[in-house]
């Protein structure tokens, strides 16, 4: 349930199973606590994949609490109008999750799949379309969510094209900016966090489709990327 005065939800998965908690719904009526967020912690310290992880650049409590904010300040900046969350796949998928329930107004959903990176840390530069939207946006307001933006070409091209579809607005909101490496400037409307200079990996980010399931943002060990055929 949506709490003003705490200022968040509960996100009541897995941090509250760890904290040995009761019955989900209960989980969800109580504020998260810093104990609470520290067996969410400690829980992915106990995962193996995080051998293979040199640096937690953003952890799963700073996710958690940006993305109430987010939502919050869309709820605020869409009040009235109902507008469609386009998710690009397959990365986006858990923000677009988690952001979407910490809206408070009607929203709905809708995907599409566009990959420029194939299974390297590099962009090839080439952006295609592989899973087109399944409705038309013309009159909507349409807010872009993407995990990432880097060279900037992928959000480039999703701009132009959805445009030309006449939405009513057309907005982006993205959980980490890796300004350094724009190549074409855009511009965006929500940004969750301004990251470094480094190929990242969790919440959805992957690396040669491993690593989505880490709860934080991290960088990998460079051997890592080594041993499975990155740069
Ligand atoms: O700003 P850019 O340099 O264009 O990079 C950003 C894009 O790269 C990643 O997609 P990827 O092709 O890795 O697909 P995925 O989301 O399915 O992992 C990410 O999800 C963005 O869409
Ligand atoms: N996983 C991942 N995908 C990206 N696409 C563009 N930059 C990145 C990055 O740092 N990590």
Known sequence: MWRRGVGWRSRGGWAGRAAGGGSGIMEQDEPVTLDRAAHASARALASPLLDDVQE???????????????????????????????????????????LLRALTIHASVDFMAISSYGTGTQSSGVVRILKDLDHPIAGRDVLIVEDIVDTGLTIRYLLDNL???RPASLRVCVLLDKRERRQIPVELDYVGFEIPDRFVVGYGLDYAERYRNLPFIGVLRPEVIRDQGGR
């Open 56 to 98: 937690v650049l953003v952890s799963e409590q700073h996710i958690a609490r940006r993305v109430q904010a987010l939502g919050q300040q869309i709820s605020a900046d869409y009040r009235g109008r109902e507008p469609v969350l386009i998710g690009i796949l397959k990365g986006a998928v858990l923000f677009l999750s988690d």
């Open 163 to 165: 445009r030309s579809r």
